[in-house]
Structure formats: structure tokens, C-alpha cells
């Protein structure tokens, strides 16, 4: 089980560091340990779905799908599509993943409420 867990924590490492890279405007200040009123923990069935329901993405879509929550920028109709796919839980618990990790959880508010907005926006469009 901890190698799942080690394999869940590369992926998402590599599509925030590769988004922060790609966008900008994602800069991540170092900050502390996490307050506990603020933990978000996530348990290791969640991290098996989170890594099943994500091998059913196409193209780049989870690095487009990151970009449109943590960097505000529109994704386009096919990973909608795709996201919609994957289903309101997939997104959810991938969300609930990040913002276990203490470099996202004090983007939690804006990171909830943007998630929320591209879904939205995607079931919509699909």
C-alpha cells in the first residue's frame, strides 16, 4: 500500500510542478506546517479510486484539467468531455488528494470553489 501511495504522490507532484512550470501565475509560497482544524486526510481506498478513475484520462487532459482548477485558464471541450467521463466523485477525490498535501491546502477555499465551476461548466458542455 505504500508504494501506491508513493506512486499517487508522484503523479500529483508532477502535474503541480509541471502546471506551476507551464502557468505562471502558480506560485506556491513555503509555508508551515499544516494547522490540524485545516488537515484534509485521505484514506487508501480513495487513492485506489483516484489512480483507477485516472487512467481513463486522454491526452494531456489531467495536466489541462489541473491548469483549468489551480490556474483559471479554460479547458477545452474534449477534456470537458473527458471529465465529465471520469464523473463528479473522480474529480472530487482527486481534489480531496491535493489539498491533503500541505503545498495545497491553504489554496483550498478558491480551489474547492473553482473546481466546482469547471465542473459545472463541463457537464454543460457534455
Known sequence: MTKLYNL???VVLFLASST????????????????PEM???ISLEEIDYVLNCGKKLI?????KIFSSIFGEVDLN???CRNLVYLGKRC???????????PLFYKYSTKVLLR????????AIIA
Open 77 to 79: 471541450d474534449v477534456c
Open 115 to 122: 473546481s466546482e465551476v469547471v465542473w459545472n461548466r463541463c
Open 20 to 35: 506551476m512550470l507551464v502557468e505562471p501565475g502558480l506560485a506556491f509560497e513555503a509555508s508551515g506546517p499544516t494547522p
Open 39 to 41: 488537515q484534509v486526510h
Open 8 to 10: 499517487y504522490m508522484l
Open 91 to 101: 474529480l472530487d477525490t482527486t481534489i480531496k488528494g491535493l489539498l491533503s498535501m
Open 59 to 63: 491526452h494531456d487532459c489531467g495536466r
